[in-house]
């Protein structure tokens, strides 16, 4: 499916830089029970399912490319120059690109303000792939000192401020501001203290992938077991989040699913 005016300024998929991507995939298979098939993009690149339904990209490029091994959202654009111009007058840096990935279509990885890092995608995005579907992230989190700002950052390069009948509604909710796509929330920018020196990532200004489980415990067992760690256990057992990091260093959260 072509990005449509509904789509642009949505996250529209969820990519992993690894070093070894076999031994990633052994990871999330184990925690998420992900099952994999070839991406089409070449034998590095392999495409996550949950129940035979997209979830994530997962590319063994950390080592080749020199990137961070990381969790990174793409956001969907109609013009990916475009788009990569007003990151760069807003302040915001271009790492990669705009890379051409044929016939599907082309990717830049950016960073705002902060040093959050995100990822622009112009061209088809997964048909059914959206934030809280089966098995996909449920929602992302910017971790970020000032929301406000980010969200006039965000807002401006990813056209939800211009798209009055496009994919997104922004509310301002305390020190949050609240990403809606559908009427579901997909994202939120939170207001915190983060500081991009910070010796712990999870303390770095970031974007965080949470995924929900049914049995959390059990998928944390597992986590550990496979050589993960667990960086913040936090909420009640009502609404529990677990923050971890797989064993190449990327970091992900699990929340509790209601019962």
Not at 114 to 125: N, P, T
Not at 231 to 257: K, M, W
Request: charged share 25%.
């Amino acid at each position: 499916m072509l990005v449509s005016a509904d789509v642009v300024g949505a996250p529209c998929w969820l990519s992993l830089a690894a070093r070894d991507r076999k031994a990633a995939e052994r990871f999330y298979g184990a925690v998420l029970g992900w099952s994999y098939r070839p991406s089409g993009l070449g034998r590095a690149i392999t495409v996550a399912e949950h129940d035979g339904v997209p979830v994530a990209g997962i590319a063994e490029v950390a080592a080749q490319l020199a990137v961070p091994v990381a969790w990174t959202a793409y956001f969907a654009v109609a013009d990916a120059d475009a788009a990569v111009a007003r990151v760069r007058e807003r302040g915001g840096t271009v790492g990669v690109g705009p890379v051409p990935y044929p016939p599907q279509g082309r990717a830049a990885l950016a960073s705002d303000r902060e040093g959050a890092v995100f990822g622009l995608w112009e061209g088809q995005v997964t048909a059914g792939w959206k934030v809280g579907g089966a098995g996909a992230p449920v929602w992302l989190e910017l971790h970020t000192r000032d929301a406000f700002d980010a969200a006039l950052f965000y807002g401006e390069v990813l056209e939800w401020i211009d798209n009055e009948a496009g994919c997104c509604e922004v509310s301002y909710e305390e020190d949050r501001v609240v990403l809606r796509q559908d009427g579901e929330a997909v994202a939120r920018l939170d207001s915190g203290p983060v500081e991009a020196g910070s010796p712990q990532p999870q303390r770095r200004p970031r974007w965080l992938v949470h995924f929900r489980c049914a049995a959390l415990d059990r998928a944390v067992a597992a986590a550990l077991d496979h050589g993960g760690t667990v960086v913040e256990d936090t909420g009640s057992l009502e609404r529990r989040e677990v923050t971890l990091q797989d064993p190449d260093g990327a970091l992900f959260t699990l929340d509790q699913a209601p019962s």
